[in-house]
T-cell receptor, first 114, second 112 residues
Framework: NAGVTQTPKFQVLKTGQSMTLQCAQD?????MYWYRQDPGMGLRLIYY???????DKGEVPNGYNVSRLNKREFSLRLESAAPSQTSVYFC?????????????FGNGTRLTVT | DAKTTQPNSMESNEEEPVHLPCNHS???????IHWYRQLPSQGPEYVIH???SNVNNRMASLAIAEDRKSSTLILHRATLRDAAVYYC?????????????FGQGTRLTINP
């Protein structure tokens, strides 16, 4: 049982390049999330998807787009990378029904933009 | 969104109990209190959650104040593997999804 799988684990981009971060979960969860983590900032929500076919902005959505491809997969796209997007990105999932289902996180993608 | 306040860091000794405090004075009546932890170079990991009553699981215990304005995560016997950043979070339910806002957390150091 893999849980939440993120690819790639590491990536280096030049300013202006684009890329897509992939996330897949095998727990049949309805909700999925993208967070970024910067030193001293805790985790900040970028986008989330309450269920297949829906997406909503989180705290820091500027410069990102997302796609909920199906129930399993939720991708995060950087159209024109900027140095300010250097961060560690975490994908998470949870069962939507019920107020108290825990989030399950992947192990992150470490992105550097030069 | 209701916010939480935690100490930036705490230190304890191996095999001793650890009490990690969290203040959430603006908590609403339907907010659940969640705790996560993050080990170095890993994603956050769920620890425990509760609403009003104290909760126990294999990892920890959660003690919730009667007025729910504060809570305490209790690690009964700390090990070196418990060294991590611990996040206290209030569940904010929007449109059927859980949008959990993570703050700075408490960095726990365990001394051998």
């Amino acid at each position: 049982n893999a849980g939440v799988t993120q690819t790639p684990k590491f990536q280096v981009l030049k300013t202006g390049q684009s890329m897509t971060l992939q996330c897949a979960q095998d727990m049949n969860h309805n909700s999925m999330y993208w967070y970024r983590q910067d030193p001293g900032m805790g985790l900040r929500l970028i986008y989330y998807s309450a269920s297949e076919g829906t997406t909503d902005k989180g705290e820091v959505p500027n410069g990102y787009n997302v796609s909920r491809l199906n129930k399993r997969e939720f991708s995060l796209r950087l159209e024109s990378a900027a140095p300010s997007q250097t961060s560690v990105y975490f994908c998470a999932s949870s069962v939507a029904r019920g107020y108290n289902s825990p989030l399950h996180f992947g192990n992150g993608t470490r992105l550097t933009v030069t | 969104d209701a916010k939480t306040t935690q100490p930036n860091s705490m230190e304890s000794n191996e095999e001793e109990p650890v009490h990690l405090p969290c203040n959430h004075s603006t908590i609403s009546g339907t907010d659940y209190i969640h705790w996560y932890r993050q080990l170095p170079s890993q994603g956050p990991e769920y620890v425990i959650h509760g609403l009003t009553s104290n909760v126990n699981n294999r990892m920890a215990s959660l003690a919730i104040a009667e007025d729910r304005k504060s809570s305490t995560l209790i690690l009964h016997r700390a090990t070196l593997r418990d060294a991590a950043v611990y996040y206290c979070i209030l569940r904010d339910l929007i449109q059927g999804a859980q949008k959990l806002v993570f703050g700075q957390g408490t960095r726990l150091t365990i001394n051998p």
